[in-house]
C-alpha cells in the first residue's frame, strides 16, 4: 500500500511558475515509478512527467523544457515526487495528479488545481 498526499497548485499568470509536491509514504521501497498526470476539463488523463526508481525521467513534449520532476528518498521512510513548473501557459490549466506505480497497481493522490491566466 502507498499513500499520496499532494501540495502546491494555485493561480499564476502566464510566464509564472508553480511547484507541486507529493509525499508517498507506506511501501515507498515498491515504487517502480512515481510522475504526475493531468487532466483538463472535457480532456483525457495526460502524462506530464514520470521518474523511475532509477532515475530515468520522462517528458511529454508539451512541458519538455519548462517542467523538471525531482524525487528525494527520506529517512523517515517518505518518498517526495516535486514538479517545478516554470513559463506556464493557460494550455497548463488543469488539475494534477500524482502518481506511484507498484506493479501492477497505480495508486492516485488526490489532486490539485493549477490555473494559468493570460
Known amino acids: 500500500q502507498v499513500q499520496l498526499v499532494e501540495s502546491g497548485g494555485g493561480l499564476v499568470q502566464a510566464g509564472g511558475s508553480l511547484r507541486l509536491s507529493c509525499v508517498a509514504s507506506?511501501?515507498?521501497?515498491?515504487?517502480?515509478?512515481m510522475g504526475w498526470y493531468r487532466q483538463a476539463p472535457g480532456k483525457q488523463r495526460e502524462l506530464v512527467a514520470a521518474?523511475?526508481?532509477?532515475?530515468?525521467?520522462?517528458?511529454?513534449s508539451s512541458v519538455t523544457g519548462r517542467f523538471t520532476i525531482s524525487s528525494i528518498s527520506r529517512a523517515n521512510a517518505k518518498k517526495t515526487v516535486s514538479l517545478q513548473m516554470d513559463d506556464l501557459q493557460p494550455a497548463d490549466t488543469a488539475v494534477y495528479y500524482c502518481?506511484?506505480?507498484?506493479?501492477?497497481?497505480?495508486?492516485w493522490g488526490q489532486g490539485a488545481q493549477v490555473t494559468v491566466s493570460s
Open positions: 502518481s506511484a506505480v507498484v506493479r501492477p497497481r497505480d495508486y
Open positions: 507506506g511501501s515507498i521501497f515498491s515504487i517502480n515509478v
Open positions: 521518474v523511475t526508481s532509477g532515475g530515468i525521467t520522462n517528458y511529454a
